[in-house]
């Protein structure tokens, strides 16, 4: 069973259950769910994942003046809850990984991710919020939120950076995408210094499949999963996901070089041809850096605007 459909099953059986005995009065102001950081809240986990932090367990979000109120109990007696279900094992927590299921205050959860109490007001402040950070904070689902204030931060978040923050990060990620996959790799590899072009080729991948989630307008996840998470991209996704397996299995010594510097191109140039279609430019050039200061310029905040190409 996947965490996530355990996790809820757990909600629904045992978890709610123990908030009708035990706390009825808030029952219609407490959103369960789970999200945050694991696999599982991505739906990604699979046997490897169940050696910490897997197991049935769920996420239960307060308002702040409940949680003031009943915060510790509830914790409390979530905390007495049977600890196996189903056949699945008591969750092994890690110091590492700190609380990821359990009661929180709704604005201290987006906070440990957004450094925010709420959803950004400014565009600086979405610029500043790391793609992986925002995937967190989205990810996963919600079971029950009858208040809805945490549905509402999230369905906030979840509508994605205002349009000049997002051509503001294309425009960066063209230019070091560009940079390191079809300009320093293959100098890399002429000047035989093959840890640079080891990392050259690496920097390209995330940031190609970083540009990839920002012309699909979903947020990034984790770099562990960002692979994974091409096949849920209606836009280059599917297509694109095992170029990337090949890329990165490359052999320098028997020849698969130019078998690589190929699959960079195809990459950057299946990239180029969704820039054109979303009318970011009509440049005909197939080296991405071309389309850096190109989409800069659309940005329609002159103080955004005005910052260095790469900062994204």
């Not at 932090?53 to 809850?81: A, M, R, S, T």
């Not at 204030?149 to 923050?165: A, C, G, M, T």
Request: charged share 25%; net charge neutral.
């Amino acid at each position: 069973m996947k965490g996530l459909d355990l996790s809820e099953q757990f909600f629904f059986e045992i978890g709610l259950k123990m908030l009708k005995n035990k706390f009825p009065k808030y029952l219609d102001r407490i959103a369960a769910g789970l999200a945050g950081e694991g696999s599982e809240c991505y739906g990604f986990d699979d046997e490897i994942s169940q050696d910490h932090d897997w197991g049935p367990g769920f996420c239960l979000w307060l308002v702040p003046e409940d949680y003031n109120k009943i915060g510790k109990h509830l914790q409390i007696e979530y905390d007495q809850l049977t600890k196996e279900f189903k056949g699945y094992h008591e969750r092994i927590t890690t110091p590492l990984s700190g609380q990821r299921v359990g009661v929180f205050e709704i604005h201290s959860f987006f906070k440990q991710f957004t450094g925010l109490d709420d959803v950004p007001g400014k565009l600086f402040e979405w610029q500043r919020i790391p793609e992986e950070y925002l995937s967190t904070a989205t990810n996963g689902k919600v079971f029950m939120d009858s208040l809805g204030l945490f549905s509402n931060i999230r369905n906030k978040l979840l509508d994605y950076y205002p349009e000049d923050v997002r051509l503001k990060k294309i425009a960066a990620r063209c230019i070091s995408a560009g940079q390191s996959g079809q300009y320093n790799f293959p100098r890399s590899i002429k000047r035989r210094a093959y840890v640079a072009a080891h990392y050259a080729l690496s920097k390209f991948v995330q940031d190609s499949i970083s540009l990839i989630f920002l012309l699909n307008r979903k947020y990034k996840p984790f770099y562990k999963w960002m692979h994974r998470a091409l096949l849920n991209l209606p836009i280059l996704g599917v297509p694109l996901y095992p170029i990337y397996e090949d890329i990165v299995v490359f052999d320098v010594k028997n020849g698969q070089l130019n078998f690589i510097f190929q699959q960079i191109e195809i990459i950057s140039k299946r990239i180029i041809e969704e820039i054109t279609k979303q009318n970011l430019s009509d440049d005909r050039s197939d080296f991405l850096c071309d389309y850096g200061p190109i989409i800069k310029n659309k940005i329609k905040d002159p103080t955004l605007r005005s910052l260095h190409v790469m900062v994204g």
